[in-house]
């Protein structure tokens, strides 16, 4: 069975950052494209940051431009994301979503993607 299991959320100060990590089992990232959502409090999911399967592409949101960095290592099939500078209104969970093996053609939008892990929190305190 696919599994996406995030790792990496905890409290931090505006300003400071935070690493992501998602585990995949049972399948190979390197044929999916992988993606970091967020929801926060009372608000919709919405992308942050994609990758393609090969790793050459990536979107980013207009929101994390220059903040965030998103990366694979297909040696652990893990999918990570850094993310700099946060800001309070950051605040949420973070999910982590392959889009699986049928698809192709790098997007970033939630309605796109098959699987998806149980999140993992990051606070902004201000």
């Known amino acids: 069975a696919v599994q996406l299991v995030e790792s990496g959320g905890g409290s931090v100060q505006a300003g400071g950052s935070v690493t992501l990590s998602c585990k995949a089992i049972?399948?190979?990232?390197?044929?999916?494209?992988m993606g970091w959502f967020r929801q926060a409090p009372g608000k919709e999911r919405e992308g942050v940051s994609c990758?393609?399967?090969?790793?050459?592409?990536?979107i980013d949101a207009d929101s994390v431009k220059g903040r965030a960095t998103i990366s694979r290592d297909s040696a652990k099939n893990t999918l990570y994301l850094q993310l700099i500078n946060l800001k309070p209104e950051e605040t949420g969970m973070y999910y982590c979503?392959?889009?699986?093996?049928?698809?192709?053609?790098?997007?970033?939008?939630?309605?796109?993607?098959?699987?998806w892990g149980q999140g993992t929190q990051v606070t902004v305190s201000s």
């Open positions: 979503a392959a889009r699986g093996p049928l698809y192709y053609g790098l997007i970033c939008n939630e309605q796109d993607y098959e699987y």
């Open positions: 049972g399948f190979s990232i390197d044929d999916s494209d």
């Open positions: 990758i393609s399967r090969t790793g050459q592409r990536t």
